[in-house]
């Protein structure tokens, strides 16, 4: 066999499109959906705590109006921030704890579906996230996680499944 025939380069294939990115598994653009996961995530609950900070600096009295002005403000962005950096802490554990249980569980999770793998990284990040407060709030933490990679699981691939969305969660 000639040489030339052993070690013949093909053409790149063609990618996907970029709304393909979050269907597929996180194979090489894992790094895209990490950043995607967690700014989507800080993005939700930083809104969340506008309108928590929003509540609470209502209830703030000051007796000058500009204070209390200024009071409110600033209770909504450190409630808005607190909130964001919370999810988005969380959804960056989430991301890494998937990643790790798939690396060394390789084989024995491949028979598990993808929202057990989820639920199983789901009620390991919440009890890694509570971890250092002691037991309960750990075990309180893992069912946390459990139940809300349940919900938002059950959301997202719903939404796909209706066309409204363009992405899965997957572990």
Known sequence: MNTEEKFTLRPPRPQGSKNDLYLEGYGKNWGEKITFT???????????GLFAG?????????KHRQL??????????RTASRYGNA????????CLTGKFVDLVFEEEIQD????????AAGTLTGALYKSTLGIRPMIVGAI????????IAYSLNGLNDMGIIKFRMEV
């Not at 929003?54 to 000051?62: F, I, L, T």
């Not at 209390?68 to 962005?77: E, F, H, L, P």
């Open 112 to 119: 598990f579906g993808q929202m057990t793998r989820n639920i």
């Open 87 to 94: 999810s988005a802490a969380a959804s960056l554990m989430f």
């Open 54 to 62: 929003a509540y609470y600096g209502k209830q703030a009295s000051a």
């Open 38 to 48: 967690v700014g989507v995530s800080y993005f939700a609950a930083a809104i969340v």
């Open 144 to 151: 946390i996680g459990a139940g809300a990679v349940t919900t």
């Open 68 to 77: 209390k002005g200024y009071r409110i403000v600033s209770t909504i962005a």
